[in-house]
């Protein structure tokens, strides 16, 4: 699109981290040696998955990205065959010259134009704060979809650790139960009762980090499990006594960088010396061993010092929380992120790019639009910033019809909180709503929770006039989309789907939104940004929880209309948005198109799963609104 409008042809590339590309040499040697470096996986299932990307690799239009596989490899067998820094020889790998990263660099070396997604961005960002630099210099920096920065940003200039990527780690250097490892990658080659003594030390000293670590996390879930919660968040430093594993861990971490160095260091002798006899397999196979050893030794390295921070509270203007989940086995997560971005963007962003442009077509709130809120979160105060509001290009007034409510109970109201009265009521009387448009129609939900039960009351109904039900989460996204996209569908959705899925024509006619999308109350960062908010002086609800929710809202109103001659109704159940004193900026936040205000109370005489094979439910009375 913009090579016809711009007066001059440019060059673009598409920018993919480097994880993404997968290394040829890599895979060669992870087909070679799969007995021994993926301990958690029967064996046919990780030969079946290589010999895959291998036919793939050789053949195809496709630039060598996990993404245009034909299959999702499983996380651990990619991280085995990804190209990255560590393992990367550069020059000196017989696959350069047909390398997928480095076709990838240069061909973004040739280009004017280089499209990065936000996660990737800001992943250079965090990366240039530590005087790493991915990206080459820029004089213009576009920020598109921009109402997602903060919380982009927010994981992105933050860290993590936890016990699975600590004992993943561990596993990969030696793995307790199978024995295999980094380390058992070398077991086929001569050695001696001096060799034999320094392997069985780093394996026993890989024993110590694990055992440490599991010290440390019980200790961690046994402090959770006392005060009966799963997300904690820490303002102050954890106290001394309930934390006294750590100091242990820490050490014990420590050694094993330093083990994994010095094994390091003992391989790449062994390969020098491999090298001089002309020993070309037991060469290749103890420099891939020792760029392992490297790499795990970095890794270890990086999850100690942010364990440290963590336990520390070195970073002064930060949140601190730890979090477990048991769903798939115990996962406990140490995390640790920006309290206020904007400081952050400025020095590190803002300051260094000459010319940014942030667009998105839900920045702004009220009516007049005001961009008060996303400067104050992103730091955008300054003078120099200019905003400007235009007006969109799709003629809302004759295409959309917007439905509201009085009628349902409030969602908010803490005496019918219990009995959910208006979860149970607002999925009653969806099924009047999709017969409007006889499906072709998003419904989004705030919650998993009344999605699946709304799915539970509403599938026989929905199916038994020939819609077919799709779920977000049964499916990949873009395989949901593309069955919707044939037309005659109903699609559930939560979160993901209120935000970038554009589907144009009939097959979209309808987009019923169940709740107004106000950010979920006990979550870390979003706590302590409220608390921090209230302390200087503003009102954390309608500055800045109605602004957030009114952000989104709009995204999901913006679902319906993709192109100008798109065409349908938006369905608000939420009565908030008519009974509430802040409802009328939401209101003025929206589009401007015809408003009616129906009566959505469900016909109580009617249970639903009667009433496949009946007509269309009686018209609701209506009100319209000027």
């Not at 919380?151 to 936890?162: D, I």
């Not at 709503?433 to 599938?459: C, D, I, P, Y």
Request: proline content about 6%; aromatic content about 8%; overall charge positive.
């Amino acid at each position: 699109s913009l090579q016809g409008v711009l007066p001059h042809p440019f060059r673009f590339a598409l920018v993919k981290g480097r994880g993404n590309y997968l290394s040829k040499r890599r895979l060669g040697v992870a087909i070679a040696a799969s007995q021994d470096v993926f301990p958690d996986f029967v064996p046919d299932d990780v030969a079946e998955q290589l010999t895959k990307i291998a036919t793939w690799s050789v053949g195809g239009d496709h630039d060598g990205s996990r993404d245009q596989l034909e299959f999702p490899p499983s996380p651990d067998v990619w991280n085995e065959v990804m190209s990255d820094d560590d393992h990367c020889l550069g020059k000196n790998c017989t696959t350069h010259k047909e390398c997928f990263y480095y076709a990838s660099r240069r061909k973004m070396k040739g280009a004017h134009v280089l499209v990065v997604n936000h996660s990737l961005y800001m992943t250079c960002v965090n990366l240039a704060r530590q005087g790493v630099e991915i990206l080459p210099e820029h004089a213009v920096l576009v920020i598109d979809e921009a109402h997602t920065l903060e919380a982009v940003a927010s994981a992105h200039l933050g860290e993590t650790v936890s016990n699975v990527q600590i004992m993943r780690l561990l596993n990969r250097v030696h793995h307790e139960r199978t024995g295999k490892g980094i380390l058992r990658g070398v077991r086929g080659e001569k050695r001696g009762a001096a060799d034999d003594a320094w392997l069985g030390q780093a394996v026993a000293t890989v024993n110590r980090a694990r055992n440490a670590a599991d010290v440390f996390f019980g200790a961690a879930k046994a402090f959770m499990d006392k005060r009966e919660r799963d997300v904690i968040r820490f303002r102050d430093e954890p106290h001394p006594e309930e934390w006294t594993a750590s100091e242990a861990f820490i050490e014990a971490m420590k050694v094993l960088t330093t083990e994994l160095n010095s094994v390091a260091a003992r391989l790449r002798e062994r390969q020098r010396k491999a090298k001089i006899n002309r020993e070309v397999i037991a060469a290749q196979r103890l420099e891939v061993a020792a760029m392992d050893a490297e790499a795990v030794a970095k890794s270890c390295c990086t999850l100690t010092a942010t364990l440290h921070v963590w336990l520390k509270h070195l970073e002064p203007d930060a949140v601190y929380w730890i979090t477990q989940e048991t769903k798939k086995g115990l996962v406990i997560t140490l995390t640790y992120a920006p309290l206020h971005l904007g400081p952050v963007l400025k020095q590190h962003l803002w300051d260094k790019v000459p010319t940014c442009i942030l667009t998105s077509a839900t920045l702004a709130v009220g009516n007049p639009a005001n961009f008060d809120h996303v400067r104050d979160r992103l730091g955008l105060e300054d003078e120099a910033v200019a905003t400007l509001a235009v007006g969109s290009p799709f003629d809302y007034a004759n295409n959309v019809t917007l439905f509201l409510n009085r009628d349902l109970p409030d969602p908010g109201d803490p005496s019918r909180r219990v009995d959910n009265a208006f979860e149970r009521q607002a999925i009653r009387s969806l099924p009047r709503h999709l017969w409007k448009t006889q499906g072709n129609a998003f419904v989004l939900f705030t919650s998993n929770v009344m999605m699946r039960e709304a799915e539970r009351v509403l599938r026989s109904w929905i199916e038994a006039r020939g819609w077919p039900l799709l779920i977000q989460g049964d499916l990949p996204p873009a395989k949901l989309i593309e069955r919707f996209k044939a037309g005659g569908s109903v699609l559930f959705g939560v979160d993901s789907f209120w935000t970038g899925v554009d589907v144009r024509g009939p097959a979209l006619s309808n987009v019923i939104i169940t709740k107004l999308p106000f950010p979920r109350p006990g979550q870390p960062l979003l706590d302590a940004r409220l608390e921090d908010f209230k302390a200087r002086g503003g009102d954390p609800f309608s500055g800045y929880l109605v602004p957030e929710a009114i952000i989104k809202l709009k995204q999901g109103f913006g679902r319906l209309i993709r192109s100008r001659t798109d065409s349908g109704i938006v369905i608000i159940l939420d009565p908030r948005i008519t009974t509430k004193f802040y409802g009328r900026t939401f209101l003025d936040s929206l589009p401007a198109c015809p408003r009616v205000v129906e009566d959505l109370r469900p016909a109580p005489s009617v249970a639903i799963a009667e009433e496949a094979g009946r007509p269309a439910p009686p018209a609701p009375r209506r009100r319209c609104v000027k």
